[in-house]
């Protein structure tokens, strides 16, 4: 085994800077070697020694001058030690476009844009890496038409989400002959995509109904004591309410306590025995057409819905027709970390369903690591998980006013208002987006 070979397998088993000085010494043999030459580069500013790594890929050039990565490479540096600039990065894009390194060198694109962009190419960049690479999961081939269509739908979650959806491109570009058949479609896909499941086919043991009260005793739930104290939750005889997407029933269990008459709807037959075990009402059905009469209840609760519905625009327009006027929606989902959890956590992606699917803790029910759940796409049943403005702007145009709402930090557990996202480095946190919205009384 030479030398090259010999670095490429410490950098495999950790040792970089074993290998640092091994690719040194095959470059030194052999100073043609543009490949030794290329990883030796990558690792040196991977470590930090950006002088030394320019210097390689300077030497690169010098051999290959028709070859952009080594162009690309160094411009990357440029930008770490000198910022951003829209000019650099453009340059970058066309140096990624001739690259003959494929897709890697598109996702430390993405990557950058990111970082230093705030993600305002992503759309753009997904677009013309998913044309280049159909057949790469990390990507989306996408019309030019549904990317100017998305890019007006209100920021760039909501537009990678919206040109990733065969459902709401036909529902922007084709017309349907009734909300039924349009619902009835997108189930199709969704069941296709394994995205249409029970969540909850039993409880961890904690919160089996019989054990739940103890359970919620000793837990702090911010966003329930925040929801009391903003709104007027009744502690007896509340009224009707509406628990959509149900699941087992943890938080509708909360409002049966306060007096309401609960109703749990679900699609799954075991996550409904859960739910009537803990006193409520259940309701089998598809929640995007409740089978109940307009202005059935005096509240209505979405934990954790919103993000797995298929065309979360129809779902709320429902939810409106059975909510009385003046009647008070809860609503909990949650806020994305930037990026695909596909890219972030491979072991557990799915390349045939494109998403992820990861280990749940049977004591807690929740996932074993966090911050999984909460990425802007890949994770396994979300389907659109927004911003806050994104879910204002929806709220809004669906007809709901606003009541009160509020940011849920879950490690370390506190509530922050909306507009302090802007004042700290929250990107990475684990957080919940809470409202509380309201049927005007006069619709």
């Given amino acids: 085994m030479g030398s090259f070979e010999e670095g490429i397998a410490c950098f495999r088993d950790g040792r970089v800077g074993e290998g640092i000085g091994l690719l040194q010494r095959a470059c030194a043999e052999d100073p043609a070697n543009t490949e030794a030459l290329g990883h030796l580069a990558w690792a040196l500013f991977s470590t930090g020694r950006r002088e030394e790594a320019v210097a390689a890929y300077g030497r690169i050039m010098s051999l290959e001058p028709s070859n952009p990565e080594p162009q690309f490479r160094i411009m990357h540096i440029e930008l770490e030690e000198s910022g951003f600039s829209d000019a650099r990065f ?19 694109l993405m990557d950058i844009d990111r970082r230093f962009n705030q993600g305002r190419r992503a759309v753009e960049l997904d677009g013309e890496a998913g044309c280049l690479f159909p057949d790469d999961p990390h990507f989306s081939r996408k019309s ?16 990678r989400q919206l040109v990733r959806s065969k459902t709401l491109r036909r529902l922007m570009l084709e017309e349907y002959s009734s ?19 029970a969540t909850f086919p039993h409880s961890p043991p904690e919160m089996e109904p019989e054990n739940f009260d103890a359970y919620i005793e000793k837990s702090d739930t911010p966003w329930w004591h925040w929801f009391r104290e903003n709104a007027p939750v009744s502690k007896g005889g509340g009224g009707r309410l509406l628990d959509v997407g ?65 065309i979360p625009y129809v779902l709320l327009l429902e939810i409106r027709r059975v909510l009385k006027r003046g009647g008070l929606f809860y609503v909990n989902v949650p806020y994305p970390i930037e990026g695909n959890a596909a890219v972030r956590f491979p072991e557990s992606y799915d390349a045939e369903k494109d998403t992820c699917f990861f280990e749940l803790d049977p004591e807690s029910g929740h996932v074993r690591i966090p911050s999984m759940s909460y990425y802007s796409y890949g994770v396994e049943k979300h389907i659109f998980v927004l911003t806050y403005w994104q879910w204002r702007w929806l709220f809004k145009l669906t007809g709901f006013e606003h009541h009160a709402s509020v940011i849920e930090l879950m490690e370390p557990k506190r509530l922050l208002a909306p507009e302090e996202l802007e004042s700290g480095d929250y990107r990475e946190a684990v957080k919940n987006q809470l409202f509380i919205l309201r049927k005007p009384r006069g619709a």
């Fill in 144 to 159: 030019p038409l549904s990317m100017r269509i998305a890019r007006r739908m209100g920021g760039k979650f909501l537009a």
């Fill in 246 to 310: 149900a699941g087992a029933g943890f938080i509708g269990h909360h409002f049966r306590h306060l007096g309401y008459d609960v109703t749990a709807a679900s699609g799954s037959d075991a996550e409904l025995r859960q739910c009537e075990a803990r006193g409520m009402t259940p309701l089998k059905c598809e929640m995007h057409s409740l089978p109940v009469p307009d202005e059935s209840f005096d509240a209505v609760l979405a934990s954790h819905v919103l993000e797995h519905s298929i």
């Fill in 179 to 197: 909300q039924e058949t349009l619902v009835q479609s997108a189930l199709l896909e969704a069941y296709e995509t394994g995205s249409v499941e």
């Fill in 90 to 108: 453009e340059r970058m894009r066309r140096y990624a476009r001739e690259s003959r390194l494929g897709s890697p060198i598109w996702v430390t």
